[in-house]
């Protein structure tokens, strides 16, 4: 089965250094996600893309977050500077265009900031 | 605007008994409706899915259908399995906005022996 994958699956660093979280989506897909998950605020949309294309960025704090589709392979998602209120674990998912789609969601990237 | 709700968990059941998990959904258009699990360290998996009114998404025991005049999609199973213990999550599709999702705040189940 064609899965998505991320990459680090685990990450701890130090306050204030830059975080960077990969994610190869299926291949074929054309639509791309960035989740984050905590106990608090549950499942969380930072950022979406079609056809590579940024179309919502909106649940994502500016100043530090970026995302990016450098190619139809690889997605990825920045923090800079982090934080600690910014660990959680941090989902990607793929998908086709059309709204009976399916997102496919890789394992996450657990991320601590101490 | 669009939203999900679910029932509160956690939901503890003994092996074998019947499960439902409750759904409620609103939505400004015509959505479609999934049904996600997460088992513990792992990302959630698409469990079943609906994608219009009375269709019945069946998969592993468990169905749900979707129901547009109680704005419903309600996960049910015969007979639950330890191996069932798991999150589970409910969704809806905007057809118009792109793909975007919408899950409720997820439903724990533990299946006792």
């Known amino acids: 089965d064609a899965r998505v994958t991320q990459t680090p699956r685990h990450k701890v660093t130090e306050m204030g250094q830059e975080v960077t979280m990969r994610c190869q989506p299926i291949?074929?897909?054309?639509?791309v996600f960035w989740y984050r998950q905590t106990m608090m605020q549950g499942l969380e949309l930072l950022a979406y893309f079609r056809n590579r294309a940024p179309l919502d960025d909106s649940g994502m704090p500016k100043d530090r977050f970026s995302a990016e589709m450098p190619d139809a392979t690889l997605a990825t998602l920045k923090i800079q500077p982090s934080e600690p209120r910014d660990s959680a674990v941090y989902f990607c998912a793929s998908g086709l265009v059309g709204g009976e789609q399916p997102q496919h969601f890789g394992d996450g990237t657990r991320l601590s900031i101490l | 605007g669009n939203s999900v709700t679910q029932m509160e968990g956690p939901v503890t059941l003994s092996e074998e008994a019947f499960l439902t998990i409750n759904c409620t959904y609103t939505?400004?258009?015509?959505?479609?409706l999934f049904w996600y699990v997460q088992y513990p360290g792992e990302g959630l998996q698409l469990l079943l899915k609906?994608?219009?009114?009375?269709d019945k998404g069946s998969n592993k025991g468990f169905e749900a259908t979707y129901r547009k005049e109680t704005t419903s999609f309600h996960l049910e199973k015969g007979s639950v399995q330890v191996s069932d213990s798991a999150v589970y999550f409910c969704a809806l599709s905007d057809h118009i906005n792109f793909n975007k999702f919408y899950f409720g705040s997820g439903t724990k189940l533990n299946v006792k022996p």
């Open positions: 609906a994608t219009k009114a009375d």
């Open positions: 939505a400004t258009g015509y959505p479609s």
């Open positions: 291949l074929g897909h054309n639509t």
